[in-house]
């Protein structure tokens, strides 16, 4: 089983923390959707033969596309792929694209996941994310949502400036009133060239506050476990089978039984093989111009045995799974067992049946305790 990744480059204005591929230009919209249907086309053998069970509009902000558009990608991911019963669609979409209109028309193209970039239902937050909705058009874009869809999730942002602990609650409490299945939330990060990096040197905005984001995080964990969602994966919380299935193919590729193939169409798109990854180059025109000669302008690296355990390590520590010991080998599995006993000692790891899995005080430093379990020189045989 594999999924399919359909990057939608547009946005209706720049949101100050996002680093995601975009541009506030529809200029070239039409050409873009041609280009994603002619790369889909060159791509029909990546996948040798496998079933498709999950495809994903991400962006960008996939609802600024008309429906005919998703009509014609799903439709040619169809004609080209064998496409299960009960595959996954998932489509990104702004509060403010939201109408009865356009909840119909996903729907009957095939269109069963929504997810919703809420964030925030302060608008002082909201503005100063620069985001495009308010918070009316949040709560009435779910309104709306709920009555049409069943699989939905949304996204929140923590640890910003103006976000207290109490209003950070009440985001969280909004959410479960809606009856929302699936929860994806976020510490806000500073990423290099994004305006709110520029704005923090400049001095015109408010630095995050670490210890504020952990202590949200901490919050928001016994939260969502007190009204009964499973916290899968770091960033995502769902209800019994809500997890997000094409998310999930993501998180555990390597060594483990869980690492699917993907395509990913459309500028700044990564794929991956089981052996190799690739990604498209980030530069809309350049995508098109490329596509039109019949060439995927694309980057590929060939992964060592390697970097796909570091890469298992770093994603499974990442799930309420765990790390596989298993999965490693006997010498591998042997010498990460000794490495994480310092993490046990100091009550950030467990050890359950061989799974290595982080505490709630271990998911706060999950990404430098797998940097410290990467074995360098290692493969995934003894």
Known sequence: MAGIYIHIPFCRQACYYCNFHFTTSLRRKNELVAALLDETDLRKDYLEGEKIETIYFGGGTPSLLEIEDLKLL???IKELFTVEAGTEITIEINPDDISVEKLKSWKEIGINRLSIGIQSFFDE?????NRAHNTDQ???????????????????IYGTPLLTNEKWKQNVDKAIAFNIPHLSCYALTVESKTPLDKMIREQRAQNIDTD??????LLLMQWMEDAGYEHYEISNFAKPAFRSRHNSSYWSTGPGDQGKKYIGIGPSAHSFDGKSRQWNIANNSRYIDSISKGIIPCEKEILTENQKLNEYIMTSLRTVEGLNLEHLGKSAGF???????KFIDNGLIIENKNHLILTKEGKLLADGIAADLFLE??????
């Open 212 to 217: 504020k984001q952990s202590e949200q995080f």
């Open 335 to 341: 010498r990460l067992r000794a490495a994480s006993q």
């Open 125 to 129: 937050d909201l503005e100063w994310m």
């Open 74 to 76: 799903i439709g040619k």
């Open 138 to 156: 949040a709560i009435k874009g779910l309104q709306l949502a709920i009555k049409y869809f069943d699989n939905i999730t949304i996204d929140l």
């Open 377 to 382: 020189k290692l493969t995934v045989k003894d």
